[in-house]
Structure formats: C-alpha cells, structure tokens
C-alpha cells in the first residue's frame, strides 16, 4: 500500500532522514519505534506530504505521490493524525469530527444527515465523545483530546493511516482504550502506521516494525521477533 524508498528529508537544510526505505502492506499494522529526535514525526510528516523529501520515492496504492501537497494525499487515503492531540480547541467535540468528514463530502446542507453514519461508528469506538459531543473540544481532557483527534482523521474514511505517539502522555486506561481501538480499526481493513516512542503497545499490535535511530532504520522484522531481540527489550521495552 505504501513504499518509501531511500528518503532523505529535513529542515532549512539540515537533513533528519538519511535515507529510509519502509514498506507498509495493505490492511497490515507496521511499527515505527524510535527515541525521541530519532526522526519518527519527520517521516511521518514527509509520507503526508507535510514535508518534501530531498530526495527519494514515496509510492501509495500504486501511484508515485512524491511532492503532491498534504490535501492531495489526504484525498487519495492517506491520511495523518499528527502527534500531540491537535484538536480545533474551540469548536465542539461533534464540529471537530464532522470537519474531518468534510472533504469527501460535498455541500454544507445535508452533510451533517450525510455524516450521521460515520458520527454513529466514531461513537461506537469511543462512546465518552459521544457524551462530550457538545462540548468544547479544548475543555475535553487530554486522553479524550487524543480520542477525538483519531476520530477526525478516521471520519475522513483513510485507506491508510499513520498515527503518530498516540499514546504520548496517556493514563494506563485510556491507553488501553487507544490501542483496542487501532486494533479494532486494523480489523476492519486500514492499513496503520504507528509511530511511538515507548515499543511495548507498538509491538504486541503490529505485525512488522522498523526501528529508526538518528534519521536511520537500524534494524527491522516481524514485530515479534523484534519484542524479543535483547537491544531492543533494553532500549525500547525495560
Ligand atoms: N520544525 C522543525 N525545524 C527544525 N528542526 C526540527 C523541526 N522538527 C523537528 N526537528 C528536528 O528533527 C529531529 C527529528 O525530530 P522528530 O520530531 O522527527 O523526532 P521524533 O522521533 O518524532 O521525536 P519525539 O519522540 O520526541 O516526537 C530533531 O533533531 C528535531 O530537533
Ligand atoms: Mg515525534
């Protein structure tokens, strides 16, 4: 579904990837595991189109989307939920999620009627926006900020989406909650990228990982494996 080749990408100059090739199979969970500053959120940012990569191919459900603008992405699937719980902080709960719906959906009139399906299905995986669903969304608390930000990217109906550190600052419970949820999404056939710092969760959902050190994959397999290899258990898992 998703192959960067030999990526190269940075700021102003200054390159954060130094040449990273992943590959991400359609309805597959693939782990992106690495410290912080290691380049997880740069990747994640150039993929989206949030970024141009100084060199290198990125190619997503058979097309070459090098240099397309993060909208246009967006519009063939792709989709990022950006790390650190970006919500429209003054909008409600239920206007940040029908915004998420609103590029694939023609026309202010019946688009709330038209939505109400995917609302009902956003609901259904996190029944506490449902009862904020009125609310400010900068009032909601941290882990339910998280929620909504996965529900917004979700209500654009991504083939793929890349979830970067959802679980950043998360209480055990609403992480639990987190991680039924991308399991539940994977089941239901979206392709996932998980970016996160802490392997533990990344690992026991996914089904590959690639372990990104310095702007470099250092090492890479099946997600199970790579839970028992002792560099990683010291680095990521102790
Ligand atoms: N907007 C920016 N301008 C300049 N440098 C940046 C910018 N964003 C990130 N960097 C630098 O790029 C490097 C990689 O940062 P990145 O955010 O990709 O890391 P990360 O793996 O996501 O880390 P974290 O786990 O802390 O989120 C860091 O050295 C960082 O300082
Ligand atoms: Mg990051």
């Known amino acids: ?25 359609e309805g597959s969970c693939v782990a992106l595991v690495g410290a912080n500053g290691a380049g997880k959120s740069t990747l994640a940012k150039t993929l989206c189109g949030l970024l141009i990569p ?10 070459d989307i090098t240099g397309l603008c993060a909208s246009s ?10 790390e650190g719980r970006r919500v ?5 709960v239920e206007e940040n999620l ?25 609901y259904g995986m996190f029944p506490i926006l449902m009862d904020r669903k009125s609310q ?39 992480l639990k909650e987190v991680f039924e949820a991308i399991v539940g999404l994977r089941r239901a056939g979206t392709t996932i990228l998980l970016s ?12 590959r990982a690639y372990i990104l050190e310095n702007g470099t994959v250092v090492l890479e397999g099946p997600s199970s494996e790579l839970a028992r290899d002792p560099s990683v258990i010291e680095a990521y898992l102790g």
Not at 54 to 60: D, T
């Open 1 to 25: 579904m998703l192959k960067a080749e030999n990526i190269f990408a940075g700021y102003g100059g200054s390159n954060v990837l130094k040449g990273i090739t992943i590959e991400v199979p």
């Open 54 to 63: 100084e060199k290198g191919r990125i190619v997503f459900n058979g097309r």
């Open 88 to 92: 429209f902080a003054p909008l409600s």
């Open 196 to 207: 996160e710092q802490f392997a533990k969760n990344a690992l026991a959902v996914s089904d």
């Open 73 to 82: 992405i967006s519009r063939k699937g792709l989709c990022l939920c950006p």
């Open 136 to 174: 400010q969304a900068g009032s909601l608390s941290g882990g339910e900020q998280q929620m909504l930000a996965i529900g917004r990217v979700l209500m654009a109906k991504p083939r793929m989406v890349i979830l970067d550190e959802p679980s950043l600052g998360l209480a055990p419970i609403v």
């Open 98 to 122: 029908l915004l998420g719906a609103f590029p694939r959906l023609p026309s202010i009139g019946p688009f709330r009627k038209k939505a109400s399906g995917d609302l009902e299905k956003i």
